[in-house]
């Protein structure tokens, strides 16, 4: 039943993965002092080596990036060599892994580094406070100026190439869950009106920049990109977005990478002006290798692999609650069910 999982794919001719499990992206806030990824960051990412790839944990490139406690960066050389333990620790087990790329935007709080603005493309804000950080109330971002993005292009790009001298076998884009790709790429949190905004051209020109930027560094078949077209976490939906992600993803076939890959948690839910689930509509736009993700078991995926709904699955909730999980899809047993109570354990 669940066979077609342990099938081989060739992503392009320096990436063939073993299976079509992929580990999806998991914050796990467990970073060490200076936002350095430690021995049991890499003993954990080692214990699920046998996924077909694993990806990171979200990233971040900077500073300013930083939305959440405790999450790993990829911008100073001590954090370079923290995640140096945990690809080699996979890469001894036979295992591949990509790292995620992150800026939270708007999501970002000025406490974590000690300055003053976040930055996003409006002036927008979101309500409430940062989790596990209750006394933290979001800020309203700062409009970042053509300079700013043009320095954030330029940083997402180092990024790429610090993870390649981390050991990583390539880089996922974070351009979901209403983070600052995704900000610009929806009518909700870019209100602009320069060249970065006010119409799908100028919307998706950020994005293909960092895009762009990172295939010219680190080459399109390490680089692979992940976005929202559905607005479901941060984000308000606008019947107007389609159209950017239309044109996105018009250009992004006129590119090389090394996949796309759906941010959704539930793949069940239609969306009306996506004329289906979020994996139906990018089947729909795309030539790129697809991965599928949200609310999938190993049965539902193989099923979908099956009818060519999707090449790649992406698990997650089920991989913080089962570290062996491909040997007991393999071996047909049981999977321990997730809870939110096993969030602070990394094991
Ligand atoms: C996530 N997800 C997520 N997504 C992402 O792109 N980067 C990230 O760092 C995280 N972090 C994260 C932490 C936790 C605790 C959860 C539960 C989820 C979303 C994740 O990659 C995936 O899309 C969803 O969990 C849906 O897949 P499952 O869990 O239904 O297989």
Redo the contacts with the bound molecule.
């Keep these: 039943m669940t066979d077609i999982l342990f099938t081989p794919l060739r992503l392009n001719e320096r990436l063939t993965l073993n299976n079509r499990i992929l580990m999806?992206?998991?914050?796990r806030c467990m970073a060490g002092e200076g936002l350095v990824p430690t021995q049991q960051m890499a003993d954990y990412y080692g214990r699920r080596a046998d996924a077909g790839l694993i990806i990171s944990?979200?990233t971040i490139i900077r500073p300013d990036a930083q939305g959440y406690p405790n999450t790993p960066g990829i911008f100073t050389q001590a954090q370079i060599a923290g995640w140096r333990l945990v690809t080699d620790a996979v890469h001894e087990k036979g295992g591949k892994i990509f790292a995620?790329l992150w800026h939270t935007g708007r999501v970002a709080h000025p406490h974590f580094w000690g300055g003053t603005d976040a930055l996003a493309p409006s002036a927008v804000g979101i309500k409430g406070t940062v989790p596990r950080m209750r006394e933290l109330s979001y800020v309203v971002p700062r409009e970042a100026t053509v300079a700013d993005i043009a320095q954030l292009v330029e940083d997402y790009a180092k990024a790429a190439e610090n993870a390649i001298e981390a050991g990583f076998d390539g880089v996922e884009i974070?351009g979901?869950?209403g983070y600052l790709i995704d900000e610009f790429l929806h009518h909700d949190t870019n209100r602009r009106e320069d060249e970065f905004g006010g119409n799908p051209q100028n919307m998706i020109r950020f994005p293909l920049q960092v895009v762009d930027s990172i295939i010219a560094r680190i080459g399109a078949n390490h680089t692979a990109l992940?976005i929202s077209p559905a607005a479901y976490f941060n984000i308000q939906p606008d019947a107007r977005d389609r159209q950017v992600f239309d044109l996105l993803l018009a250009e992004l076939d006129k590119r090389e990478l090394a996949y796309l890959h759906g941010?959704?948690?539930d793949d069940s839910v239609e969306y009306d002006y996506l004329d289906g689930k979020v994996s139906e509509y990018l089947r729909r736009h795309t030539r790129h290798t697809l991965v599928g993700?949200?609310?999938?078991s190993a049965d539902s995926a193989a099923e979908a692999i099956a009818d060519d709904r999707f090449e790649l699955i992406?698990?997650?909730?089920?991989f913080?609650a089962n570290h062996d999980y491909v040997a007991r899809v393999r071996e047909g047993k049981e999977t321990i069910a997730y809870s939110d109570e096993q969030?602070p354990i990394l094991y």
């Design positions: 999806a992206p998991l914050t944990e979200a995620q974070h979901a869950n992940r941010g959704i948690f993700v949200g609310g999938y992406a698990i997650g909730r089920p913080i969030l």
